[in-house]
């Protein structure tokens, strides 16, 4: 998620595609994710978010390792922000959360775990009885990727298997979740979207005639296999999926399971590859 997104939403409201989750958009929602994640959330249009940071700091002890944790609350240091968020949603413990977004990385796992499963199973008010779960959603499902230490590093999809086994565990009925992001194949058919758009708000808005201007080719670089290589096969035509030797992927030769159209080592051979093919210099 970025803060472009408002622009986005607004062509996508304009062409008439609503995405589902902004039925939520006036409802109490909590984000969980690195850096500022209600802050995102704002931007793209969710009224009365909270980032689980906050949310978690209205409960007393709903953290029972909190006294144990050195690192400084970024709350502390930003009471503007929360102070905006409280005039928003009036007293949060007795509002009933709406929904959760994973939006990026949790930075406390064993925190998040806890309070997103005090949500998820009381229907969105901690503390009390059981009840039916809120809807929950992940901004990918990335079980690894490359960071700057040399193995690879877990991702989001590693901290959805950690929530869905504990929640499973506590609970006697299985998490119900919803991931997108790659290598889901409407992420690259929405890509495909406004591309098409883009291409008609240079022929001046004017329809552009499907028939006539299909992309002949999409290009996806990518070095994670069972992401971005399985997202574009599944997509097909017009993707063509280049893997690069740049993190993930390392191997000599193509993947087994996920295999590319191209294999390089390194991004820019596969822009040179592209400008060769499309004759573009």
């Known amino acids: 998620m970025d803060t472009q997104q408002p622009n986005l939403r607004a062509q996508k409201c304009k062409h008439g595609v609503q995405p589902m989750y902004y039925r939520f958009e006036n409802e109490l929602v909590v984000a969980v994710g690195k850096g500022e994640p209600a802050e995102v959330m704002s931007e ?4 009365n978010v909270l980032s689980i940071d906050e949310y978690a700091s209205y409960f007393d ?9 050195k690192w400084t ?9 929360k102070s905006k968020h409280i005039a928003l949603s009036n007293d949060p413990c007795s509002q009933r959360v709406a929904a959760v977004f994973v939006a990026s990385d949790s930075v406390d796992w064993s925190r998040d775990i806890q309070v997103l499963c005090d949500i998820l199973r009381t229907g969105g008010l901690p503390g009390k009885e059981i009840a039916h779960q809120p809807p929950l959603f992940f901004a990918n499902d990335d079980l690894a990727y490359q960071a700057l230490f040399p193995s690879e590093r877990l991702g989001m999809g590693a901290f959805r298997i950690a929530v869905e086994s504990v929640f499973n565990a506590i609970h006697p009925a299985a998490l119900k979740y919803t991931s997108y992001g790659k290598p889901n194949p409407s992420v690259f058919k929405n890509a495909e979207t406004v591309l098409m758009h883009v291409l008609q708000s240079c022929h001046n808005n004017h329809q552009v005639d499907g028939r006539k201007q299909l992309f002949k080719t999409l290009y996806m670089i990518g070095d994670n ?34 295999p590319a159209d191209l294999v390089v080592d390194t991004v820019e051979e596969a822009v040179d590859y592209i400008l060769s093919k499309e004759c573009i210099s």
């Open 44 to 47: 793209y249009g969710f009224k």
């Open 225 to 258: 296999p069972s992401v971005d290589i399985k997202g574009a096969r599944q997509a097909g035509s017009p993707w063509f999926s280049i893997l690069t030797r740049t993190g993930v992927f390392k191997g000599k030769e193509n993947h087994d399971d996920f």
């Open 61 to 69: 002890n709903i953290d029972p390792l909190a006294q144990y944790k």
């Open 73 to 81: 609350d970024k709350q502390d240091g930003n009471q503007s922000s």
